[in-house]
Antibody, heavy 124, light 111 residues
Framework: EVQLVESGGGLVQPGGSLRLSCAASGFTFSSHALTWVRQAPGKGLEWVSSISGSGGTSYYADSVKGRFTISRDKSKNTLFLQMNSLRAEDTAAYYC?????????????????WGQGTLVAVSS | QSVLTQPPSVSGAPGQRVTISCTGSSSNIGAGHDVHWYQQLPGTAPKLLIYANTNRPSGVPDRFSGSKSGTSASLAISGLQAEDEADYYCQSYDSSLTGYFFGTGTKVTVL
């Protein structure tokens, strides 16, 4: 069974940093791009970042570019999201998801499955 | 901002058919990029419902169907059931903005 389990969320002050992790199992890790999607309280879904299967290429939404860094560790089958210079508007549930393709920016890609999410709250 | 627009809510009685529209533009749906649909039950993570415009993953009832035409796509739910009460999101890729986008989301209420 394909499974994704996020961790690392919590309360952080504005300007602070947090590192999210997503442990993957049940599939060939490097054969799929991986994605982070977030959902602010009571709001819709927002794509945050994607990384190719090899880890060599990454993509970001304009709202997080320059502040967030996505990475993956093949030896640990784990996806990461390093979040710096956090703002109140970054408060959200963060989900990791497996992309259907390997490139990370495939125009055909869908996301399946999704993890259960981890909550990030940015507040003083 | 979202480049894919959905109606905020739709409702129907049990057994009825409802449709949810997803309106995009020439740089996403109109450019030929596939549309995918997700169901998010209250308090849970999103789940893939329809992929590549019309395809259902294993385990998704055939009451759910998708279509795409021009710069828009639609999700239809026939034989509406109480368990279908959820938020539904479309998703596609935008060539101009170079990224993935989700629709604004639609809440389905079973009367």
């Amino acid at each position: 069974e394909v499974q994704l389990v996020e961790s690392g969320g919590g309360l952080v002050q504005p300007g602070g940093s947090l590192r999210l992790s997503c442990a993957a199992s049940g599939f060939t890790f490097s054969s799929h791009a991986l994605t982070w999607v977030r959902q602010a309280p009571g709001k819709g879904l927002e794509w945050v970042s994607s990384i190719s299967g090899s880890g060599g290429t990454s993509y970001y939404a304009d709202s997080v570019k320059g502040r967030f860094t996505i990475s993956r560790d093949k030896s640990k089958n784990t996806l990461f999201l390093q979040m710096n210079s956090l703002r109140a508007e970054d408060t959200a549930a963060y989900y990791c998801a497996r992309a259907s393709g390997i490139a990370g920016a495939g125009a055909l890609d869908w996301f399946d499955p999704w993890g259960q999410g981890t909550l990030v709250a940015v507040s003083s | 901002q979202s480049v894919l627009t959905q109606p905020p809510s739709v409702s129907g009685a049990p057994g009825q058919r409802v449709t949810i529209s997803c309106t995009g533009s020439s740089s996403n749906i109109g450019a030929g990029h596939d549309v995918h649909w997700y169901q998010q039950l209250p308090g849970t993570a999103p789940k893939l419902l329809i992929y590549a415009n019309t395809n259902r993953p294993s385990g998704v009832p055939d009451r759910f169907s998708g279509s795409k035409s021009g710069t828009s796509a639609s999700l239809a739910i026939s034989g509406l059931q109480a368990e279908d009460e959820a938020d539904y999101y479309c998703q596609s890729y935008d060539s101009s903005l170079t990224g993935y986008f989700f629709g604004t989301g639609t809440k389905v209420t079973v009367l």
